[in-house]
């Protein structure tokens, strides 16, 4: 079975442009999470979706945005981008939205290396 | 709020002799902990978890983590380490009311050298 998969693998932009990242969970997982991992420096949480809403968000600016399709799919939307945006983004999928139970895991794709310059 | 203290940047290690990766925690309730791993330029790979029940979790390739609750710990162990165990590795944690949200150590560097 195929694993998370994430496009593109790596992308440049320039400061001020706007870049759209894109997921594909685990076939039959219904939560995407996305983070983002600056060099040197642990992951860190920026939105969960379930079920195509918003279930959790991170301490980021406005300027990021997801959203999750009907087929579980997920986009990670950053506008007006800035040199410390820098940074590996990584998309995990689980089967549901853990809640109280602790015992979805989560499991990572590849990243997208996003480098603004 | 939940935290992670990795406090080892990196770890060096003999091929075949037993390895040790610390992790404390913070966190309000019950704690749920896990260990990933990444390779240069891949994603994080899942190793284990501690949900509930034995304090000695076991995982893959090997690897194992004790839970001890009143050091709020939580240290990845091998007995007997490979070179191909090289890699960056990450404990974190997940309170019990965080929905998905992973909070990650900084991430300890481990070096097995032949």
């Known amino acids: 079975d195929a694993g998370v998969t994430q496009s593109p693998t790596h992308l440049i932009k320039t400061r001020g442009q706007h870049v759209t990242l894109r997921c594909s969970p685990i076939?039959?997982?219904?939560?995407v999470s996305w983070y983002q991992q600056v060099l040197g420096q642990g992951p860190q949480f920026i939105f969960q979706?379930?079920?195509?809403?918003?279930?959790g968000r991170g301490n980021f600016p406005d300027r990021f945005s997801a959203r999750q399709f009907p087929n579980y799919s997920s986009e990670l939307n950053v506008n007006a981008l800035l040199l410390g945006d820098s940074a590996l983004y990584l998309c995990?999928?689980?089967?549901?939205?853990?809640?109280?139970?602790?015992?979805?895991?989560?499991?990572f794709g590849p990243g997208t290396r996003l480098t603004v310059l | 709020a939940q935290s992670v203290a990795q406090p080892e940047d990196q770890v060096n290690v003999a091929e075949g002799n037993p390895l040790t990766v610390k992790c404390t925690y913070s966190v309000s309730g019950n704690p749920y902990l896990f260990w990933y791993v990444q390779y240069p330029n891949r994603g994080l790979q899942f190793l284990l978890k501690?949900?509930?029940?034995?304090?000695l979790v076991k995982g893959s390739y090997g690897f194992e983590a004790e839970f001890n609750k009143s050091q709020t710990s939580f240290h990845l162990k091998k007995p007997s380490a490979l070179v191909s165990d090289s890699a960056l590795y990450f404990c974190a944690v997940r309170a019990y009311n965080a929905g998905n949200m992973l909070t990650f150590g900084g991430g300890t560097r481990l070096m097995v050298k032949p």
């Open positions: 501690y949900i509930t029940g034995d304090n």
């Open positions: 076939s039959g997982h219904k939560s």
């Open positions: 979706y379930y079920e195509k809403e918003e279930r």
């Open positions: 995990a999928s689980s089967f549901g939205l853990a809640g109280g139970s602790g015992t979805d895991t989560q499991y």
